[in-house]
């Protein structure tokens, strides 16, 4: 049976659900807090040892490992289904980076795969040091994402992280702003040691943010460059020809709101250093359903064909505690949507 994880990433795209039920915990007993100090996070091991090791989905049924050695070696992946046993060696491919003074390691991306759905993988990076594991996403429904943007690296990341370690999930969704380097370049590196624990055990699907921009005009004007180097995404099998986008289709038209149209989560505050943003909360527009300026991180849970919740968690609660939930249904059954889609599709052939 041909195994189908992958198509899962896309399933927000294809499924473009409408609001069935909302709820959300009290507010009363809720204190923002302010920022936490910056945390770094060093490296210990030897100059050739893996380090900020991550995976990501590429293709089907595939991963892609990368990871950064101080030195020059060899960029090759053994992984297997038994714990020190590997049944197979994929070779990959290394490059180092300049940003004015600054020379980033090696930095070495390898695809592994054809891979089992919803299997635990262990694996080993370079031929050497420590194991690392990873558990596939499920051929079927249901699926879980952890979603959480502008990460940083703070107490209050480390914070975000504990929780969402707390819990299983599937895959991990950072829709920008991840080290907070914003130019200095070996913030980078300890953003990589920080996640690491993490995105080596799960894969991690980014996109970049402002903070990852990092140029300046006449001095050196190529943008993302070490986001780009660090964490590649697999834009090629998107059909794009940048790291930097992915492309798909929504049906928003002529700038109208679209009650057969996607309904938009707009998440940040996973543990940045500026903080909560406080000015967008009031007044909050009718379209805006619930808005909360809160440390923590949402989950987006795709029941079946036709069904998916979100939920979002405070780092200041248990992962048990829901400040905010509501539930979609794909448009898939409203007879209505179905309807003016079907329509839709028919002036376009003319």
């Given at each position: 049976m041909e195994k189908k994880w992958w198509s899962h990433v896309f399933v927000l795209c294809i499924l473009c659900p409408y609001l069935l039920f909302h709820s959300q915990a009290s507010e009363l007993d809720f204190t923002r807090q302010p920022p936490r100090p910056l945390v770094i996070t060093p490296h210990l091991g030897s100059d050739a040892e893996p380090q900020q090791v991550h995976v990501s989905l590429v293709g089907k049924d595939h991963i892609r490992v990368s990871w950064v050695t101080n030195k020059k070696a060899a960029s090759m992946v053994e992984y297997g289904r038994v714990s020190g046993r590997y049944e197979a060696t994929a070779k990959g491919e290394h490059a180092a980076y300049h940003y004015f003074l600054y020379k980033s390691g090696q930095i070495h991306h390898a695809v592994i795969g054809p891979l089992e759905a919803n299997t635990v993988y262990y694996y080993r990076c370079g031929g050497?040091?420590?194991?690392?594991?990873?558990?596939?996403?499920?051929?079927?429904?249901?699926?879980?994402?952890?979603?959480?943007?502008?990460?940083?690296?703070?107490?209050?990341?480390?914070?975000?992280?504990?929780?969402?370690?707390?819990?299983?999930?599937?895959?991990?969704?950072?829709?920008?702003?991840?080290?907070?380097?914003?130019?200095?370049?070996?913030?980078?590196?300890?953003?990589?040691?920080?996640?690491?624990?993490?995105?080596?055990?799960?894969p991690w699907m980014v996109t970049q943010g402002n903070h990852e921009i990092e140029s300046f005009q006449n001095i050196f004007p190529e943008p993302f460059k070490a986001y780009n180097a660090r964490w590649l995404m697999p834009y090629m099998q998107s059909g794009s020809t940048?790291?930097?986008?992915?492309?798909?289709?929504?049906?928003?038209?002529?700038?109208?709101?679209?009650?057969?149209?996607?309904?938009?989560?707009?998440?940040?505050?996973?543990?940045?250093?500026?903080?909560?943003?406080?000015?967008?909360?009031?007044?909050?527009?009718?379209?805006?359903?619930?808005?909360?300026?809160?440390?923590?991180?949402?989950?987006?849970?795709?029941?079946?064909?036709?069904?998916?919740?979100?939920?979002?968690?405070?780092?200041?609660?248990?992962?048990?505690?829901?400040?905010?939930?509501?539930?979609?249904?794909?448009?898939?059954?409203?007879?209505?949507?179905?309807?003016?889609?079907?329509?839709?599709?028919?002036?376009?052939?003319?």
């Open positions: 050497s040091g420590p194991e690392f594991s990873f558990k596939t996403p499920p051929s079927a429904l249901p699926l879980e994402f952890v979603v959480v943007g502008d990460l940083g690296q703070t107490e209050w990341t480390k914070s975000t992280l504990e929780h969402v370690g707390g819990m299983d999930y599937d895959v991990f969704l950072l829709p920008g702003d991840l080290s907070y380097a914003d130019s200095q370049q070996p913030l980078w590196d300890s953003f990589g040691r920080l996640v690491e624990p993490y995105a080596s055990s799960r940048s790291n930097l986008y992915y492309s798909f289709d929504t049906r928003i038209y002529n700038y109208k709101a679209d009650p057969c149209g996607p309904r938009y989560i707009t998440i940040g505050d996973g543990g940045n250093r500026e903080g909560l943003a406080m000015t967008f909360e009031k007044p909050s527009p009718e379209i805006s359903l619930f808005r909360e300026p809160s440390f923590g991180h949402g989950r987006l849970r795709i029941l079946d064909e036709t069904n998916a919740q979100w939920t979002w968690h405070r780092n200041n609660d248990s992962n048990s505690v829901i400040a905010d939930q509501f539930s979609l249904e794909s448009l898939i059954t409203s007879k209505a949507c179905k309807q003016k889609i079907s329509k839709s599709n028919v002036k376009d052939e003319f």
